[in-house]
Nanobody, 115 residues
Framework: QVQLVESGGGWVQAGGSLRLSCAASGDILGINVMGWYRQAPGKQRELVATITRGASTNYADSVKGRFTISRDNAKNTVYLQMNSLKPEDTAVYYC?????????WGQGTQVTVSS
């Protein structure tokens, strides 16, 4: 099994930056893709960014050029650097990893961007 612990959420003014971290523990050898999703009030959960073990990345169009996902395989940690934040980025952000064909989710961390 894999456990995920997220950190780094908070409140920021529009144009500001935040960095999210997600540390994995447990059966980490079974982890392949790591990523971030978000869910705003009244909306469905959506993909933000993913990164493979080989560092191939994928981003939602809405965050391209502003967010950067990275991964430290030695620390079993995935990061999401969020710059030029907008009020529409306000959401609960969830860490997600692919584990032997299943999806494991973190508990979520709130990001609030004020205008």
């Amino acid at each position: 099994q894999v456990q995920l612990v997220e950190s780094g959420g908070g409140w920021v003014q529009a144009g500001g930056s935040l960095r999210l971290s997600c540390a994995a523990s447990g059966d980490i050898l079974g982890i392949n893709v790591m990523g971030w999703y978000r869910q705003a009030p009244g909306k469905q959960r959506e993909l933000v960014a993913t990164i493979t073990r080989g560092a191939s990345t994928n981003y939602a169009d809405s965050v391209k050029g502003r967010f950067t996902i990275s991964r430290d395989n030695a620390k079993n940690t995935v990061y999401l650097q969020m710059n030029s934040l907008k009020p529409e980025d306000t959401a609960v952000y969830y860490c997600n990893v692919g584990y032997y064909g299943t999806q494991v989710w973190g508990q979520g961390t709130q990001v609030t961007v004020s205008s």
